[in-house]
């Protein structure tokens, strides 16, 4: 079969190679992937891995075999999944408890955008509690994980402001969003605070979280060292700093739960993920370069063909 492989140099960091097929555990079932989705954090672990390694974690296709101990899954269904590596591939070995059947009007494309992004958005808001008529602020709010938070904190009765350079966020339930260009211009406390950015954003934010708040720092985008003290939460008692990863948080057979939940809402109406840019996976490089040069809104989405 065929895969995306890392290369080890720097101007072509993937190419197209023949690999072998994915062998299972009896816990795994092989999917035949359809679309696949690039994270950022992919965009440093191609650029620095060595050649061979493989790439991937969002993966959405239909179940080529099943797991022999769960067949709640049968041949043909149509899935999303969440894979540590080696996902950018015509077939995949997946946990079971990682795979999530898609209701039926969900495309491959929009299922392939959720599973670091949306799971990082979803379990990141659990950390703040009940958001119903809480302040959430939202930093990177037009990234892969920010748009999605956006909407959830808004659909679950948040007042939430956005720090994004787009003036309106093409986000379902995002209409009442207030959005700023900058954290430094969020007005008020809040309650929690989504930081993805770093650098003087996240400065920023930990003047802005209310006491017995939580910022949940999920990422670094800037690359830029924050100025963190004691000081830096004056006047705000048991405020906390929080760093989060997704493969860290909860226990990993709720993965499979969750991405059926995002599944459903996209299914709704609800929730609906922004895919700034598809493609074939033989132009992986080309997402990739749009992705790091930040001409993409949201996701990008590489098709199998």
């Given at each position: 079969?065929?895969?995306?492989?890392?290369?080890?140099?720097a101007d072509r960091p993937l190419e197209l190679k023949d690999v072998d097929e994915p062998t299972t555990t009896a816990d795994q079932a092989i999917v035949a992937v359809e679309a696949m989705s690039i994270n950022r954090g992919?965009?440093?672990l191609v650029a620095s891995r060595p050649a061979g390694w493989r790439p991937g974690q969002d993966i959405a296709g239909t179940i080529l075999r099943s797991a022999t101990t769960d067949d709640a899954l049968p041949v043909g269904t149509r899935v999303v999944a969440l894979v540590d590596q080696a996902g950018w591939s015509?077939?995949?070995?997946?946990?079971?408890s990682r795979i999530a059947a898609l209701p039926d009007g969900v495309s491959f494309a929009a299922a392939a955008a959720l599973p670091v992004a949306g799971l990082t958005a979803l379990r990141a808001l659990r950390l703040?509690?009940?958001?119903l008529g809480r302040r959430v602020l939202i930093t990177g709010a037009s990234g892969g994980v920010g748009h999605l938070a956006v909407q959830l904190a808004a659909r679950q009765g948040a007042h939430v402001t956005a720090v994004s350079r787009q003036a309106n966020l093409p986000s379902r339930g995002a209409e009442?969003?207030?959005?700023?260009q900058q954290t430094a211009e969020a007005e008020g406390q809040f309650d929690l605070v989504l930081e993805s950015v770093g650098g003087e954003s996240l400065t920023a934010s930990l003047r802005l979280v209310a006491r017995d708040g939580i910022v949940v720092l999920f990422g670094n985008s800037t690359n830029q060292e924050s100025s963190v003290s004691f000081g830096s939460f004056a006047g705000r008692a048991h405020a906390r700093l929080c760093a989060f990863f997704v493969?860290?948080?909860?226990?990993?057979?709720?993965?499979?739960?969750?991405?059926?939940?995002?599944?459903?809402?996209?299914?709704?109406?609800?929730?609906?993920p922004q895919v700034g840019l598809e493609a074939s996976w033989r132009e992986a490089l080309d997402g990739l370069e749009a992705l790091?040069?930040?001409?993409?809104q949201g996701k990008v989405v590489l098709h199998v063909n």
């Open positions: 079969m065929r895969a995306l492989v890392a290369t080890g140099i992919e965009l440093r015509e077939r995949v070995a997946a946990p079971a703040g509690g009940m958001l009442s969003v207030r959005v700023v493969y860290e948080s909860g226990e990993p057979p709720s993965f499979g739960s969750d991405l059926g939940l995002l599944s459903a809402e996209i299914a709704a109406g609800r929730l609906e790091r040069a930040r001409r993409v």
